[in-house]
């Protein structure tokens, strides 16, 4: 057997691997966990009643779960479960060869957060008490702007994030989101409903997150790590006009709904395939 054989074998036992597959699921209910307690975050920044040095990001989710014996060990559980939602859609990205190139590069994309969402929280249950925070966010700013390029590097890290949140809101507004679930096994009524909802959900999510992408191509124009605000530091800032809190509720209604269908997408979604 060639060593692309033996490779395409290896792909294919990880894609129809029933385990790795129901640990993956696992790993979205744990992303549902997580957007449900950002929800909580925004909304206590929203409210005014958030905990001194809680913040609404990782990090604060994380310090959440953490605070009890019980939460550390659901948040190994997460770890693994991102790790295994990571490695069977990258199998599908290399195993599934049906859909185009493209939706399949953005697989290998998805797969390559949720690695990285496996180690930030692997690192804080070892230690690393700033993952996901606004200081590490701003610390890595400042290391990367001292590199040869390093304002071209932050800039192109956020104009990829600005890239993947309009890549999200295309297919929030055209149900392309709906591919990678098994539809047919859903009530006409209820597939309506859940198209109704990714889109809202899906949408929430990236219209939130862009934001981010700016600020970081704003430090790499200023030359400046304290304009990175992460997704804590600039909902903060916007509660202070009234206007502002109001979106700032928005946000946690977004996260909230993106929340629920990640439950949805735990039942339905076809984790090994390729889109």
Known sequence: MTAVGLGDGVVQRARNSGVLRGVARGGLLARAAFYTLLAYLAAAIASGTRSTGRQANA????????????????????AVGFAAF???????????????????????????????MAGGTAAFL?????TGSEQQQEDRTAALLTM???RWLVAGIGLAVLLVC????RLALSGGFT?????????????????????????????????????LVLAAVRADPRQSKGLDAYLAELTRPTLGRVVVWLVAAGFL???????????????????
């Not at 949408?203 to 700016?214: E, L, M």
């Open 59 to 78: 990090n604060g989710a994380l310090q959440v779960v953490a605070a009890t014996a019980l939460g550390r060990l659901a948040l190994v559980g997460a």
């Open 86 to 116: 990571a490695v069977v859609r990258a199998a599908g990205a290399f195993g599934d060869r049906r859909p185009s190139l493209l939706r399949r590069m953005t697989t290998l994309g998805q797969a390559m957060f949720y690695l990285a």
């Open 126 to 130: 070892f230690g690393d008490r700033r």
């Open 148 to 150: 040869w390029a390093g």
């Open 166 to 169: 309009t890549w999200q809101l």
């Open 179 to 215: 591919d990678s679930l098994r539809t047919e096994e859903m009530a006409p009524g209820v597939g309506r409903g859940v198209r109704w909802l990714g889109g809202v959900a899906i949408a929430g999510r990236a219209s939130a997150v862009a934001p981010v992408g700016v600020f």
């Open 257 to 275: 709904a993106f929340a629920v269908y990640t439950v949805v997408e735990a039942r339905y979604r076809a984790v090994h395939a390729g889109d």
